[in-house]
């Protein structure tokens, strides 16, 4: 038998935004200890306290609920930004960019590891989380690269090499810091993010 849609404590129904947050919450729970084609949406349901037809009220598939689970995770920190940094300069942006993206790596590294493991392996995360997510990222750190090339700040270098580069020292920073805690010198996200972006702005060498 499916569970009944969980009341409020005060005996209302909790409403379809409430319910559509419990799903998401169980599913990020789920797809983390489960992986993307282990779960099943009836096991997310019970841990949403939930019937397995509410699911498909909110998210049309499996897929769906799964972008729903991870572009606020991912996307939110990134628009946010954009707006709040409007009068920065193209540098500021990608040194308060390279803060949010440590942050973001710290405060969920199991959420992470799932999702780059399930995308190593099954085409429709990949799909869900490139075309449902990274894209948009992108086409919002895109033009601060073109604005600080144009300015004569940064070299012209090809955009998805740039970036590629730029996220790849902060998560295996992340990932590393993670695996082997206490290894590194630094004592604050401030600090680790200073210390790499200098090395990408400026290099290694002395001039």
Same mark, same amino acid.
């Given at each position: 038998?499916?569970p009944r849609d969980t009341p409020l404590k005060n005996g209302r129904k909790k409403s379809s935004k409430d319910?559509? *947050?419990?799903?998401?919450? =169980?599913?990020? #729970?789920? !797809?983390?200890?489960?992986?993307?084609?282990?779960?099943?949406? =009836?096991?997310?349901? +019970?841990?949403?306290?939930?019937?397995?037809?509410? $699911?498909? +009220?909110?998210?049309?598939?499996?897929?769906?609920?799964? $972008?729903?689970?991870?572009?606020?995770? $991912?996307?939110?920190? $990134?628009?946010?930004?954009?707006?709040?940094?409007?009068?920065?300069?193209? %540098? %500021?942006?990608? +040194? +308060?960019?390279?803060?949010?993206?440590? %942050?973001?790596?710290?405060?969920?590294?199991?959420? @992470?590891?799932?999702?780059? =493991?399930?995308? *190593?392996?099954?085409?429709?995360?990949?799909?869900? @989380?490139?075309?449902?997510?990274?894209? &948009?990222?992108?086409?919002?750190?895109?033009?601060? !690269?073109?604005?600080?090339?144009? &300015?004569?700040?940064?070299?012209p270098f090809p955009f998805p090499f740039m970036v590629r580069s730029f996220m790849g020292m902060a998560i !295996?920073?992340?990932?590393?810091?993670?695996?082997?805690?206490?290894?590194?010198?630094?004592? #604050?996200?401030?600090?680790? =993010?200073? &210390?790499? @972006?200098?090395?990408?702005?400026?290099?290694?060498?002395?001039?």
């Amino acid at each position: 038998m499916e569970p009944r849609d969980t009341p409020l404590k005060n005996g209302r129904k909790k409403s379809s935004k409430d319910r559509r *947050q419990d799903i998401l919450t =169980a599913a990020l #729970t789920v !797809f983390t200890r489960k992986g993307f084609n282990g779960s099943t949406t =009836a096991e997310i349901a +019970r841990a949403a306290g939930v019937a397995e037809g509410a $699911i498909f +009220r909110h998210f049309a598939t499996k897929k769906e609920l799964l $972008i729903a689970v991870l572009k606020p995770k $991912i996307l939110d920190g $990134i628009i946010d930004l954009d707006k709040e940094q409007r009068e920065s300069t193209p %540098e %500021e942006f990608f +040194r +308060r960019f390279l803060r949010n993206r440590l %942050e973001l790596l710290k405060e969920n590294e199991g959420f @992470l590891r799932f999702m780059f =493991a399930e995308a *190593q392996y099954h085409e429709e995360v990949r799909d869900a @989380l490139y075309k449902g997510i990274l894209e &948009q990222g992108v086409c919002i750190v895109k033009p601060w !690269f073109d604005k600080g090339v144009e &300015q004569g700040v940064f070299k012209p270098f090809p955009f998805p090499f740039m970036v590629r580069s730029f996220m790849g020292m902060a998560i !295996f920073y992340g990932t590393f810091n993670h695996v082997f805690p206490g290894l590194f010198p630094e004592k #604050t996200i401030d600090e680790a =993010a200073d &210390q790499i @972006l200098e090395l990408f702005f400026h290099g290694l060498l002395v001039k």
